[in-house]
């Protein structure tokens, strides 16, 4: 169900952005979708800090004696 939603969401997007291309508002589009990638981002890296803080210390400590 969930990815039926996420389709019909991105659908919905494309022919959106599609139509603001068509009257020469494009800019507008790149704007959106730069704001949605960056909370993407956002998401991604607190899911990360919050999921494998302690894994992510650990390599960074194994690298760290490697170069030694």
Do not use: P
Not at 2 to 9: K, M, W, Y
Not at 38 to 58: E, H, I, M, P, V
């Amino acid at each position: 169900m969930r990815s039926v939603l996420l389709s019909a969401g991105a659908v919905m997007a494309a022919a959106a952005m599609y139509y603001l291309y068509q009257r020469q508002l494009g800019a507008i589009s790149f704007f959106i979708l730069s704001i949605v990638f960056f909370f993407l981002a956002y998401a991604q890296l607190k899911k990360r800090k919050r999921a494998g803080s302690t894994k992510a210390d650990n390599e960074s400590e194994k690298r760290r004696e490697k170069d030694r």
